[in-house]
């Protein structure tokens, strides 16, 4: 009996610290879950990257509301020259927007 409480002991902390482990891999998993679904949902966000300013005016252009022309908060031209500065260029070199 005085050599099995030792064993006993150590094979009771072993399956703490695994069980321990497997925690921090299940957490580790769902945040990589939660991260490839964020890289998955934002992919096609980065594929307007590539799209040619003539595309991405023309989009523009059909986003025009022309009866809240004025309504910086809700008008298209004023959107989207607001969300980087590529599109704030070519929003500003499109004369139909405005």
Request: charged share 20%.
């Amino acid at each position: 009996e005085l050599q099995t409480a030792p064993i006993l002991d150590a094979i009771q902390k072993a399956k703490t610290e695994l069980a321990r482990v497997e925690a921090a891999i299940a957490n580790l998993t769902a945040q990589r879950a939660g991260l490839d679904d964020f890289i998955q949902s934002h992919t096609t966000v980065v594929g307007l990257r590539c799209f040619p300013n003539e595309l991405l005016a023309e989009i523009f252009l059909r986003c025009v509301d022309y009866r809240s022309y004025f309504d910086p908060l809700t008008n298209g031209p004023w959107i989207v020259a607001r969300v980087c500065r590529r599109w704030r260029n070519v929003a500003l070199s499109c004369p139909g927007l405005w």
